[in-house]
Structures are given as structure tokens and as C-alpha cells.
């Protein structure tokens, strides 16, 4: 069963996800189903992308393959949605992972992953 939180929540949750020593409260299998839920929801336009791209400002530092993964086919499906479209520049996601990067995300961002294994 997928939750969709309020906004507020969800960004008290993409914090504790980037932050080291509070995302391990949360465990891997919650960590995934969030990035999951986050963006099946966005998907489906009962979320803004905005607050499901929150969740990977933790990203760099989780070592959990599950999550990992379940953050990697989020990304897939929005850079195959995205592919040949004039968005398409503004968000990039190297072939390995180790770099991502989302342009007009409030600023431009880039989620350094380097030392991730992929």
C-alpha cells in the first residue's frame, strides 16, 4: 500500500534521508518503498517532482542496494520520460550513476554519488 504524505512531511523526510546519522532511523526497506511511493506518486501527478527529487539529497551517502536500486529506476523512468524533450538538458544522469544532475530544481543541483557502488 503506497502513503502519500502532505507536502511538509515529505521534506521532513527527504531531511531525515540526508542527513548521516538520522536516515539510519529510518530502515533500507522504508528508505526504498519512500523513494518509491515518492515518485509512483509524482508519476502520477499527486506529487510535485520537486518534493520526490528532495529524497535524493541523501543519496550520496547511502549504501543500502535496495535503496539504491529503488532510487536508480525512479530515475530511469523519469530520464526515459524526459528523453527528447527540451527538459531533457536540464537533467542528466550519468550512464554509472555517479552524477546526477537536475537544472531548474529551484537551482541547479548536482547529487555527487561518487564512491556508490553501482
Request: charged share 25%; net charge negative.
Amino acid at each position: 500500500m503506497r502513503v502519500n504524505y502532505d507536502p511538509r512531511k515529505w521534506f521532513l523526510l527527504a531531511n531525515t534521508m540526508s542527513t548521516v546519522y538520522l536516515r539510519k532511523i529510518l530502515d533500507p526497506i522504508t528508505r526504498a518503498t519512500l523513494f518509491d511511493d515518492a515518485f509512483w506518486f509524482a508519476r502520477t501527478e499527486r506529487l510535485d517532482y520537486t518534493i520526490a527529487l528532495s529524497l535524493l539529497q541523501g543519496y550520496q551517502y547511502e549504501d543500502s542496494t535496495p535503496v539504491l536500486e529503488s532510487a536508480r529506476r525512479a530515475l530511469r523512468h523519469l530520464e526515459a520520460i524526459l528523453r527528447n524533450t527540451a527538459t531533457e538538458e536540464e537533467f542528466s544522469v550519468s550512464d554509472d550513476f555517479d552524477l546526477i544532475e537536475v537544472g531548474n530544481y529551484d537551482r541547479t543541483k548536482t547529487f555527487s554519488l561518487l564512491g556508490v557502488p553501482c
